[in-house]
C-alpha cells in the first residue's frame, strides 16, 4: 500500500466522525432521561396520569432516537471524514441512506415536540386571545411539518436515489439546498412563535413582577433552542457551500441537528420536573421575600379559572403544574363566579390552601385552563 503524503496524512487526521457520535449519543441521552423523569413526576406527584401532550412528547423521543442511531451510522459509513477518504459508491451510498432516514426522524421529532408544547399551552391558558392564536399556530407547524416530511421522503423519485449515487443521475430530485434553507428557516420562525406565544397573556396575570419574570422564564425557554437552531442553519449553509467535500462538512450540520431536537425536548420537559427538584433539593423553593400583609404586589392574587369544579388555592409560589404536595384542608371563603366559571383559583407568595367542593373530577382538570382577568378598579 502507497504511504500517504503528509498532506492526505493531515486531512486523515482532520475528521469530525468522533464528535458527532459523541454530541448525537449525549444530548439523546439527556432527552431521554428528561422524558424519564417528567413521565416519573406527572405520574407519581403530579396527576397520575398522561396528557396528550406526554404521549406525544414519547413519540419525539422515540423518533429523535431513532434520528441518533441512523446518525451515529452516518459518521460510521463516512460523515465527518474528507470525501478522500470514503470509499465510492458503497460508502457513498450507505452514508447517504442514513442521512435520509436521520432527516425524516428529524422532522417527526421537531414538529412533535412543538405540538407538545402547544397542547401543554392549551392545557393552562383559557384566554380567548390566546386560543385562536395557539390554534392557528399549531395547524401551522403540523401542516409544514407534514409538507417537510413527504418533501424529505419524495426528494428523489424514485426514492432510493437518494442514496443510490449510481441511481440518480436518471432520477427527478429536488434541490436540496432550497429544501434546506426552507425547513431550517421556517423551523427557527416556528421556534420564535411557540416562544413568544404566552409571554402577554403571562405579563397581565395580577401577580408580583418576580413571579411573572419567572414564569415566562419557565414557559419559554424555548428560546435557547432558537440559538441553537440559527447555528443549526449557518452549519447548512458551510456544508452547501463545499459540495465537493459533503462528508466534511455535513458532519457539524448532523450534530446541530441533533442537539437542537433533544434541547426542544429537555425544554418542553422541564417544567414538570419542578416538584421532582423540589424533593431532592428542599431549598430549591424557598423564597427570599418579605411577609406580606394582605394588601400591595405581595398578595396579588391571581384568578385561574375552568368549568368543573370549586377550587380556591393560595400558594407560596407560583406553580407551572400542580405539582407541590396537597395542603390539608381548609375553609376558605368562595369569590363569586365569574364569567361563566365554576372554579376559581387564587394564587399569593405566601399560603398554600385548597378546598374542593361537589363533585370531584380527575386530578388532570385541576390543572387545566388559564384565565386571567384584569383587577378590577373603582
Same mark, same amino acid.
Given at each position: @500500500?502507497?504511504? @500517504?503524503?503528509?498532506?492526505?496524512?493531515?486531512?486523515?487526521?482532520?475528521?469530525?466522525?468522533?464528535?458527532?457520535?459523541?454530541? $448525537?449519543?449525549?444530548?439523546?441521552? /439527556?432527552?431521554?432521561?428528561?422524558?424519564?423523569? %417528567?413521565?416519573?413526576? %406527572?405520574?407519581?406527584? &403530579?396527576?397520575?396520569?398522561?396528557?396528550? =401532550?406526554?404521549?406525544?412528547?414519547?413519540?419525539?423521543?422515540?423518533?429523535?432516537?431513532?434520528?441518533?442511531?441512523?446518525?451515529?451510522?452516518?459518521?460510521?459509513?463516512?460523515?465527518?471524514?474528507?470525501?478522500?477518504?470514503?470509499?465510492?459508491?458503497?460508502?457513498?451510498?450507505?452514508? /447517504?441512506?442514513?442521512?435520509?432516514?436521520?432527516?425524516?426522524?428529524?422532522?417527526?421529532? &421537531?414538529?412533535?415536540?412543538? $405540538?407538545?408544547?402547544? /397542547?401543554?399551552?392549551?392545557?393552562?391558558?383559557?384566554?380567548? =386571545? @390566546?386560543?385562536?392564536?395557539?390554534?392557528?399556530? @399549531? !395547524?401551522?407547524?403540523?401542516?409544514?411539518?407534514?409538507?417537510?416530511?413527504?418533501?424529505?421522503?419524495?426528494?428523489?423519485?424514485?426514492?432510493?436515489?437518494?442514496?443510490?449515487?449510481?441511481?440518480?443521475?436518471?432520477?427527478?430530485?429536488?434541490?436540496?439546498?432550497?429544501?434546506?434553507?426552507?425547513?431550517?428557516?421556517?423551523?427557527?420562525?416556528?421556534?420564535?412563535?411557540?416562544?413568544?406565544?404566552?409571554?402577554?397573556?403571562?405579563?397581565?396575570?395580577?401577580?408580583?413582577?418576580?413571579?411573572?419574570?419567572?414564569?415566562?422564564? $419557565?414557559?419559554?425557554? !424555548?428560546?435557547?433552542?432558537?440559538?441553537?437552531?440559527?447555528?443549526? *442553519?449557518?452549519?447548512?449553509?458551510?456544508?452547501?457551500?463545499?459540495? =465537493?467535500?459533503?462528508?466534511?462538512?455535513?458532519?457539524?450540520?448532523?450534530?446541530?441537528?441533533?442537539?437542537?431536537?433533544?434541547?426542544?425536548?429537555?425544554?418542553?420537559?422541564?417544567?414538570?420536573?419542578?416538584? *421532582?427538584?423540589?424533593?431532592?433539593?428542599?431549598?430549591?423553593?424557598?423564597?427570599?421575600?418579605? %411577609? !406580606?400583609?394582605? +394588601?400591595?404586589?405581595?398578595?396579588?392574587?391571581?384568578?385561574?379559572?375552568?368549568?368543573? %369544579?370549586? +377550587?380556591?388555592?393560595?400558594?407560596?409560589?407560583?406553580?407551572? =403544574?400542580?405539582?407541590?404536595?396537597?395542603?390539608?384542608?381548609?375553609?376558605?371563603?368562595?369569590?363569586?363566579?365569574?364569567?361563566?366559571?365554576?372554579?376559581?383559583?387564587?394564587?399569593?407568595?405566601?399560603?398554600?390552601?385548597?378546598?374542593?367542593?361537589?363533585?370531584? &373530577?380527575?386530578?388532570?382538570?385541576?390543572?387545566?385552563?388559564?384565565?386571567?382577568?384584569?383587577?378590577?378598579?373603582?
Amino acid at each position: @500500500m502507497d504511504q @500517504m503524503s503528509p498532506e492526505l496524512a493531515a486531512l486523515a487526521q482532520d475528521q469530525e466522525s468522533t464528535l458527532q457520535i459523541s454530541l $448525537v449519543t449525549s444530548f439523546t441521552a /439527556l432527552a431521554i432521561i428528561s422524558v424519564c423523569l %417528567r413521565l416519573f413526576t %406527572r405520574l407519581r406527584w &403530579l396527576v397520575r396520569r398522561l396528557g396528550w =401532550e406526554d404521549y406525544i412528547i414519547v413519540l419525539s423521543t422515540c423518533t429523535s432516537t431513532a434520528c441518533a442511531v441512523c446518525q451515529v451510522l452516518q459518521a460510521n459509513a463516512g460523515s465527518g471524514r474528507h470525501a478522500v477518504f470514503v470509499p465510492y459508491p458503497e460508502g457513498v451510498t450507505k452514508m /447517504l441512506k442514513w442521512l435520509f432516514w436521520s432527516i425524516i426522524f428529524y422532522n417527526i421529532s &421537531l414538529c412533535a415536540t412543538k $405540538v407538545s408544547i402547544l /397542547l401543554q399551552y392549551h392545557r393552562i391558558f383559557a384566554v380567548p =386571545e @390566546m386560543r385562536i392564536p395557539l390554534g392557528v399556530l @399549531m !395547524g401551522f407547524i403540523v401542516v409544514w411539518g407534514t409538507v417537510a416530511l413527504l418533501s424529505s421522503v419524495f426528494t428523489c423519485v424514485p426514492i432510493y436515489a437518494y442514496w443510490d449515487v449510481l441511481a440518480k443521475p436518471t432520477a427527478k430530485c429536488l434541490e436540496n439546498d432550497n429544501l434546506w434553507y426552507a425547513n431550517a428557516s421556517i423551523n427557527i420562525v416556528t421556534d420564535l412563535a411557540v416562544a413568544f406565544l404566552p409571554v402577554r397573556v403571562i405579563w397581565n396575570l395580577q401577580i408580583a413582577m418576580r413571579q411573572k419574570l419567572a414564569l415566562i422564564a $419557565v414557559l419559554t425557554i !424555548g428560546w435557547f433552542v432558537c440559538v441553537v437552531s440559527v447555528l443549526r *442553519l449557518t452549519s447548512v449553509i458551510n456544508a452547501l457551500k463545499h459540495p =465537493e467535500d459533503n462528508s466534511y462538512y455535513t458532519a457539524r450540520a448532523a450534530y446541530w441537528s441533533a442537539i437542537e431536537i433533544n434541547l426542544a425536548i429537555v425544554c418542553a420537559s422541564l417544567p414538570a420536573l419542578k416538584p *421532582l427538584i423540589v424533593r431532592l433539593i428542599p431549598g430549591f423553593s424557598s423564597r427570599n421575600s418579605g %411577609r !406580606g400583609t394582605g +394588601t400591595g404586589e405581595n398578595s396579588r392574587i391571581v384568578t385561574i379559572g375552568t368549568r368543573g %369544579r370549586n +377550587t380556591a388555592r393560595q400558594t407560596r409560589e407560583f406553580e407551572l =403544574e400542580a405539582g407541590v404536595p396537597e395542603s390539608p384542608r381548609s375553609e376558605l371563603p368562595r369569590s363569586p363566579d365569574v364569567g361563566g366559571f365554576d372554579k376559581s383559583i387564587y394564587i399569593s407568595r405566601h399560603y398554600e390552601q385548597h378546598y374542593e367542593d361537589g363533585s370531584r &373530577l380527575s386530578d388532570g382538570e385541576s390543572q387545566t385552563d388559564l384565565v386571567t382577568r384584569p383587577k378590577p378598579t373603582y
